[in-house]
Structures are given as structure tokens and as C-alpha cells.
């Protein structure tokens, strides 16, 4: 009975033994572990350490682009704000210069069509006027062929009133048929071919023609260049010489 406590005794000491090695391999294996996982978890707190002075200062350039942005909303607005203001007053200024150009339009119709009318109106009185004169004229000289003096006093009037007459109508005159300064200087060089038959050697029309163009044109030579240009000028003087002459 001893020999067979003191085998079942054996037996128990060898099967703690083998349990005792294998929980010693158990440890050894589980230290290892822990070594590894040690190691695992110093790699990842410096992982999160990184990762959290990244997120750090993400933030902060996050945080000055916010600031930034809000920044540049403010002057954006500011910005709107003004050009709405100043297109306001633009459209303004617009409507304003319209309705301007409109009661300027309405005023310079009306006056050209008074001008017309006062055209209409002093052409009737100067083809009555040349009338006139022209029934005048020939009497006068018949009877001053001896009185050089009082013919001459008399043409001089004549040329003086339709001077007069004749810078009327060309303040009057707004509208016309362009013609070229070679069919005007024709128009003139044809006004004065029938004058010579007429008694031309008188002086009557180029003397009125040379009344009209140095007394009566330096105070109106800006229509005078206008009248030139648009071929007027040698119908207006044509038209006073013939109604003294015929």
C-alpha cells in the first residue's frame, strides 16, 4: 500500500511538473505577446500623437480660412452693395439724360418747324420785295442816266436790302441738296454769263455779289462756309441777282 501512495505521489509530482512547464511555456508565449503588443501600442501613441498635432493644426488653418473667408464675404458684400447703388444711380442719370433728349427733341422739331415756316414766310417776302425793286429799278435808270449820284445811292440801297434779305434766308436755311465745290464754282461761272448781256458792264451784279461776300460775310462767315459746303451759296446769290436784273 506505501509502494502504491508513494507511485500515485510520483505520478501526481510528474503531472504537475509537465503542468507547471507547460504554464511556464504559457507565460513565455504570453510575454511575448505582451512585448509585441507593448511594442504595437507605443507605435500607435505615436500614430495618435501625429495624427492629433495634424488634426491640430488643420484645425487652425481651417479656423484662419474661416476667418479669411468671412473676411472676403464682408467686402464681397460691401462690394455688391456699392455696384448696386452706383448701377441705381446710373440707371438714374440714364432716364434722367432720356427724358432730356427727349423734351430737347420735342423743342428743336418745333423750332425747325417755325424756322420752316418763317423760311416759307420770308422767301414770300423777298421774292415781293425783289419784285419791288426791280420795278423800281429800271425806272431809275432811265431817268439817272444823268444823275450818276442818285443811281448809285439807289443801288447801293438795293444791294443793302437784299444783302439783308438774303443772309435772312440763310439763317433759315437747314436743309439742302449736298453738291461738290467744282458744281458750285460752275453754278457761279454760269451766274454770271447771262449778266454780261444784261448790262452786266454796269457792275450791278458783281458789285452786289462783292457786297454780299466782303461787308455782309465776315459776321456770318460760319454759315457762309456752311452754305458753300452744302452748295447753297450760289443758288441764294443767283436768286437776288436775277430778280434785280430781269
Not at 5 to 17: D, G, N, T, Y
Not at 176 to 202: H, I, M, N, T, V
Request: net charge negative.
Amino acid at each position: 500500500t506505501e509502494d502504491q501512495s508513494l507511485e500515485k505521489a510520483l505520478l501526481q509530482v510528474e503531472e504537475e511538473q509537465q503542468r507547471c512547464e507547460t504554464l511556464a511555456e504559457v507565460n513565455t508565449l504570453l510575454r511575448e505577446h505582451l512585448d509585441e503588443a507593448n511594442e504595437v501600442n507605443s507605435a500607435l501613441k505615436e500614430d495618435v500623437g501625429k495624427l492629433t498635432a495634424d488634426w491640430m493644426r488643420a484645425r487652425e488653418e481651417l479656423e484662419l480660412k474661416e476667418s479669411e473667408w468671412r473676411s472676403e464675404r464682408e467686402l464681397y458684400d460691401s462690394y455688391l452693395r456699392g455696384e448696386r447703388s452706383r448701377l441705381l444711380s446710373l440707371w438714374r442719370q440714364v432716364v434722367t439724360f432720356r427724358c432730356h433728349f427727349l423734351e430737347m427733341k420735342t423743342a428743336t422739331d418745333r423750332d425747325l418747324s417755325e424756322l420752316k415756316a418763317e423760311q416759307m414766310r420770308l422767301s414770300g417776302s423777298i421774292l415781293v420785295n425783289c419784285s419791288r425793286l426791280n420795278c423800281g429799278v429800271r425806272p431809275w435808270e432811265s431817268v439817272t442816266l444823268g444823275r450818276p449820284v442818285l443811281k448809285d445811292q439807289a443801288q447801293q440801297q438795293a444791294e443793302q436790302e437784299i444783302s439783308q434779305k438774303t443772309w435772312a434766308v440763310m439763317h433759315l436755311q437747314v436743309e439742302g441738296d449736298p453738291e461738290k465745290k467744282e458744281l458750285q464754282d460752275r453754278e457761279l461761272c454760269l451766274l454770271y454769263s447771262p449778266f454780261a448781256s444784261q448790262g452786266c458792264a454796269k457792275g450791278v451784279g458783281r458789285n452786289l455779289h462783292r457786297t454780299i461776300i466782303c461787308n455782309v460775310a465776315p459776321p456770318y462767315c460760319r454759315f457762309h462756309a456752311r452754305l458753300s459746303a452744302e452748295g447753297l451759296w450760289g443758288k441764294v446769290c443767283h436768286f437776288a441777282i436775277s430778280h434785280i436784273l430781269t
